[in-house]
């Protein structure tokens, strides 16, 4: 018997995305962004994702089923996050996806959000499979989670304060380079020296953990003084260095907690995964200890539909579905 098609649905944050998987097979995965839309806030306004998940999501399930080749009948499972994320955003997907399983008479599956990360690289490469150590980094999140299997996870280390991508959010929006951050970020660092500046890389006595707040005050404190003084470095040169210390936490803590572990393989997962800076790192630390490593193509890091049609898919295999009488959990926490 050929593997199920799972639809998967994906509105926890601002990108209204839908994919259709089958077994591991990526059969297409369509969303609409919602950058612009909050560009004009500084940032994501909750009220504004829901309102426009709610526009974006019915025409989008229909050319992720077009672009799959299958009929709505024809689909197996539906999936969308329980949670992490916004709880109004959450809402309009989970509603969804539940009232479209009702009406076609398919099992409903609400899975975890960064279980659908850590599912992503399975998309695009067949060999991707635990023992493995995974660093999950994005505008939400940054954790680094010890895969021992599929499904079992221990979360080894996390942010204390913000998460990666919002470090280079908020420092983008303090020197005003707009949003996302991240992308203006890798842009304006073309080019720059990365040891032009010295900033701070913090918690060196917890290997596994991450965070991002000494950072920001010595970016603005140093900014500021140099400003003062007239000697402020070129532009390419601030973000470089902004952007190496960030980069250098995430691979220095991903890989002592492979040391730690054992593991022979490492991926990654999230938004701030499109760094350019950041993949170049993972590569060259991966390959210096000869570790195996699984990035997502850029399009798969950042929210999408297919990566939760895919932790879907697995957990509909372990022979679960979820009752109807099931809600959001905004809050939900990998693993618990
Ligand atoms: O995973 P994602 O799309 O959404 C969340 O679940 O948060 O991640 C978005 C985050 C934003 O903070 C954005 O600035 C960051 O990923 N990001 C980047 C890059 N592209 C996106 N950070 C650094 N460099 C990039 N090229
Ligand atoms: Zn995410």
Same mark, same amino acid.
């Given at each position: 018997?050929?593997?199920?098609?799972?639809?998967?649905? $994906?509105?926890? =944050?601002?990108?209204?995305?839908?994919?259709?998987?089958?077994?591991?097979?990526?059969?297409?995965?369509?969303?609409?962004?919602?950058? $612009?839309? #909050?560009?004009?806030?500084?940032?994501?306004?909750?009220?504004?994702?829901?309102?426009? #998940?709610?526009?974006?999501?019915?025409?989008?399930?229909?050319? +992720?089923?077009?672009?799959?080749?299958?009929?709505?009948?024809?689909?197996?499972?539906?999936? +969308?996050?329980?949670?992490?994320?916004?709880?109004?955003?959450?809402?309009?997907?989970?509603?969804?996806?539940?009232?479209?399983?009702?009406?076609?008479?398919? @099992?409903?599956?609400?899975?975890?959000?960064?279980?659908?990360?850590?599912?992503? @690289?399975?998309?695009? #490469?067949?060999?991707?499979?635990?023992? /493995?150590?995974?660093?999950?980094?994005?505008?939400?999140?940054?954790? %680094?989670? #010890?895969?021992?299997?599929?499904?079992?996870?221990?979360?080894?280390?996390?942010? %204390?304060?913000?998460?990666?991508?919002?470090?280079?959010?908020?420092? &983008?929006?303090?020197?005003?380079?707009?949003?996302?951050?991240?992308?203006?970020?890798?842009?304006?660092?073309?080019?720059?020296?990365?040891?032009?500046?010295?900033?701070?890389?913090?918690?060196?006595?917890? @290997?596994?953990?991450?965070?991002?707040?000494?950072?920001?005050?010595?970016?603005?404190?140093?900014?500021?003084? +140099?400003?003062?003084?007239?000697?402020?470095?070129?532009?390419?040169?601030? =973000?470089?260095?902004?952007?190496? &210390?960030?980069?250098?936490?995430?691979?220095?803590?991903?890989?002592?907690?492979?040391?730690?572990?054992?593991?022979? /393989?490492?991926?990654?997962?999230?938004?701030?995964?499109?760094?350019?800076?950041?993949?170049?790192?993972?590569?060259?630390?991966?390959? $210096?200890?000869?570790?195996?490593?699984?990035?997502?193509?850029?399009?798969? =890091?950042?929210?999408?539909?297919?990566?939760?049609?895919?932790?879907?898919?697995?957990?509909?295999?372990?022979?679960?579905?979820? @009752?109807?009488?099931?809600?959001?959990?905004?809050?939900?926490?990998?693993?618990?």
């Amino acid at each position: 018997m050929s593997d199920p098609i799972v639809l998967g649905i $994906e509105t926890s =944050c601002d990108e209204t995305a839908v994919g259709v998987v089958q077994g591991t097979e990526l059969r297409s995965s369509v969303l609409s962004s919602q950058t $612009e839309v #909050h560009a004009r806030f500084g940032g994501i306004v909750p009220e504004v994702a829901a309102r426009a #998940h709610v526009e974006a999501i019915r025409p989008l399930v229909h050319l +992720a089923l077009s672009r799959a080749g299958v009929y709505s009948d024809q689909v197996d499972v539906i999936a +969308a996050p329980e949670g992490p994320g916004l709880a109004g955003a959450l809402m309009v997907g989970y509603s969804f996806a539940k009232a479209m399983a009702w009406s076609l008479g398919k @099992p409903f599956v609400g899975v975890d959000h960064m279980e659908g990360h850590l599912f992503a @690289p399975r998309l695009e #490469h067949a060999d991707y499979a635990p023992p /493995a150590v995974v660093a999950l980094v994005s505008g939400g999140h940054s954790q %680094i989670v #010890h895969m021992r299997g599929w499904g079992d996870y221990e979360i080894m280390g996390r942010t %204390i304060d913000d998460a990666a991508g919002e470090a280079f959010d908020k420092l &983008a929006r303090f020197m005003g380079l707009g949003y996302p951050g991240g992308p203006a970020i890798d842009a304006a660092s073309e080019g720059g020296d990365p040891a032009a500046m010295s900033f701070p890389r913090a918690l060196r006595d917890r @290997p596994f953990d991450f965070s991002f707040s000494g950072l920001k005050t010595s970016v603005v404190t140093q900014l500021e003084r +140099a400003k003062e003084a007239g000697e402020l470095a070129p532009l390419a040169d601030v =973000c470089a260095s902004i952007q190496e &210390a960030i980069v250098d936490v995430i691979v220095d803590k991903t890989m002592n907690a492979a040391e730690a572990t054992g593991v022979p /393989a490492v991926a990654a997962g999230g938004g701030v995964l499109a760094n350019r800076r950041l993949r170049e790192r993972f590569q060259a630390a991966a390959d $210096e200890r000869g570790l195996r490593l699984f990035l997502p193509t850029p399009a798969m =890091c950042t929210d999408n539909g297919a990566m939760i049609a895919a932790a879907a898919a697995f957990r509909f295999g372990a022979g679960e579905t979820t @009752p109807w009488t099931a809600e959001v959990m905004p809050g939900r926490k990998l693993g618990s």
